[in-house]
């Protein structure tokens, strides 16, 4: 891709996650990430209804008639979005790779978190750290994520779950809102994000392809791993083949989630031709 293309995609992107980030989804979002506390703002009239807790009761006095406290939300946290980008995240068989989706949600959320006051940091990872940008706030960060996600190349074609979550725990002190995004075709995870969940708002969002979901009857074809590297005939017209093959990955997709939510997590599944605002809005409807 030359800079020309990148910078097209990278513009391309962030109007599609401007224009579908309308009003409703904000709210939704706004909801479901908590603020880091209360500061207060005003004081007014009581009015019927009020918390007799948050009456004023210097100003009541003074005034001789009833007066409360009127608290804000503060707003300002960290969200931390982690990315896989090894090898696995440049299939896709229907409308995209599954990396050009995964730009798209880390752009979405980005931006979402940006007009929620919070400041966003990136972290891809495969097997190894491969690139972090630390929190901050701003547009022009925004972009940079963006070209950061569409340009990066991994060091390495592996996952490796334990190595970002290692990462998160020494790198990120301060409660945060976490996404991790991946197609989490992996195992042996679980003891790092039990951690991780006692302090983080976290949230794993699995995207994947259809035809990974269910192995289509293509004859016998020549497949190539693409974290291993590794190359062997497979007889897809076999029945018994394709339901030993779609079993074993609504074992490991089931025990994957059942992982998150055990242990206070949330976690989502996003198909690289679905709706991912609309899927996301359910989401944080039923988070908060």
Sequence with gaps: MTTEE??????LIELKSKRRINSIFLGEYHSSFKGIGMTFSEVRQYQFGDDVRKIDWNKTARFNEPFVKIFEEER???????????ASMNFGTK?????????????????????????????????????????????????????????????HTKTDLSVVFDFIIKT?????????????????????????????????????????KIFPDMGLIYLEDLETGKLQWVDTSSKTVRDKYSAYYQRLTTTTENAFIKNGAGFVNIPSEGDYIKILFNYFRGHH
Aim: proline share 2%; hydrophobic share 45%.
């Design 6 to 11: 990148l910078l097209k995609k990278v513009r």
């Design 172 to 212: 990120i002190k301060r409660k945060s809102t976490i996404f991790l995004i991946s197609d989490f075709d992996v195992t042996y995870f679980e003891r790092n994000l039990r951690i991780l969940t006692k302090k983080h708002d976290f949230t794993g969002i699995r995207v994947y392809d259809r035809w990974e």
């Design 95 to 155: 409308k995209q790779l599954k990396k050009e989706l995964v730009a798209e949600i880390g752009a979405t959320l980005a931006l979402s978190a940006i007009k929620n006051n919070d400041k966003v940091g990136l972290v891809l990872f495969s097997d190894k750290i491969d690139y972090f940008i630390a929190p901050k706030k701003g547009n022009a960060h925004i972009v940079s994520i963006i070209k950061t996600i569409l340009e990066a190349e991994p060091k």
């Design 76 to 86: 300002e946290m960290v969200s931390m979005i982690l990315i896989d980008i090894s």
